[in-house]
């Protein structure tokens, strides 16, 4: 029997990136709630978030620079300085670490969420690669690579102790799964409700797949009359499972079993400030999602945001 997976909390430009942004809030809501939408600094080209508390970090997927946002006041700061490779999907564990996936450049980067400081990093793999997302539990972090078959585990010591630069291992899957053609194949990434098993979707085909984390073998996810084009960033809250689906604009809501193997539709999100939003989390009662724009020509001065819906 596999161990449960608990997860914890919680897929170069200009210089002015690289300072601190201050962000004015957006128009006063009713009873003082925080703003529904947050300016982003012009030309980050925002992918990955995560949210610990009051506080969002974003990554650029254009610099790699990491941006935490006070979600109450509306106000940014850059905390991590810019990499010049991307900054995908981001976790936050309790213990103050952002945990960041780093797209063509085949690694992940831990850093300090005070500071921004780099605590570790990983190179799992080299072209052609896209390390896309990341969910962390009890004892590992995994991350998908939407470019191959596989999964990154890199496992946490005792009270979280980060391993040695190569002590992650790649885990091929294997059963339903097939990768296809060469685009964005494997993308968001969460647990089970049960914490057994992980769960992927795919985005070339709209699949959910269950993987089990000890050997990889794959099983289609049973959504009767549903698949999840675009699929992009996963998000598990108790039974229900977000899949935001960034260039349609919206958030499939699927009821899962307690072991993941099957689920139902039962309503999707959509926001009129959405402009293919790509990634999800919780924070202060509501989702927070990125625009990143796919369809938007970038630009040093293209303005970003981040927008928060009610979660159903």
Same mark, same amino acid.
């Given at each position: ?14 210089? #002015?990136?690289?300072?601190?942004v201050a962000v004015a809030p957006a ?5 003082? %709630? ?15 978030? =995560?949210? =610990? ?6 990554? !650029? ?20 300085? =810019?990499?010049?490779?991307? !900054? ?12 960041? !996936? ?5 690694? #992940?980067?831990?850093?300090?969420? %005070? ?9 799992? #793999? ?11 539990? %009890? ?25 040695? =630069? ?18 964005? /194949?494997? /993308? ?21 797949? %269950? ?6 073998? !794959? ?29 349609? /604009? ?6 899962? /079993? ?55």
């Amino acid at each position: 029997m596999n161990r449960p997976l608990r997860t914890t909390l919680g897929g170069a430009l200009i210089a #002015a990136m690289l300072a601190t942004v201050a962000v004015a809030p957006a128009q006063a809501h009713p009873a003082g %709630r925080p703003p529904a939408v947050l300016a982003l600094p012009d030309g980050f080209q925002p992918e990955g978030i =995560a949210t =610990a508390g009051r506080y969002a970090y974003f990554g !650029s997927r254009a610099t790699g620079a990491i941006q935490r946002v006070d979600l109450v006041t509306g106000r940014g700061t850059t905390i991590g300085a =810019a990499t010049g490779t991307p !900054s995908l999907g981001l976790k936050v564990d309790r213990r103050g670490r952002l945990f960041v !996936s780093g797209g063509t450049a085949g690694d #992940a980067r831990v850093l300090d969420t %005070r500071t921004g400081e780099v605590l570790a990093r990983y190179q799992f #793999a080299t072209a052609p690669t896209f390390v896309n997302d990341v969910v962390l539990t %009890r004892d590992a972090a995994y991350f998908t690579d939407s470019n191959r078959p596989v999964l990154y585990r890199l496992p946490l010591g005792r009270r979280g102790v980060l391993p040695p =630069a190569d002590a992650f291992t790649t885990i091929t899957l294997t059963g339903a799964y097939e990768q296809v053609g060469t685009g964005v /194949n494997l /993308n968001g990434i969460a647990t089970t409700p049960d914490g057994r098993a992980l769960v992927v979707v795919q985005s070339t085909t709209g699949t959910l797949y %269950r993987v089990d984390p000890a050997t990889g073998a !794959s099983t289609v996810v049973d959504v009767p009359g549903h698949t999840f084009t675009n699929g992009d960033g996963l998000l598990l809250l108790g039974r229900t499972l977000y899949v935001v689906q960034n260039r349609l /604009n919206q958030i499939a809501v699927v009821r899962l /079993n307690h072991a993941g193997t099957a689920g139902a539709l039962t309503g999707t999100i959509t926001d009129p400030n959405f402009d293919v939003p790509t990634t999800v989390a919780k924070a202060l009662g509501r989702l927070y999602l990125p625009n990143a724009r796919f369809t938007t020509p970038p630009t040093p001065t293209t303005p970003y945001t981040a927008v928060a819906v009610r979660a159903h």
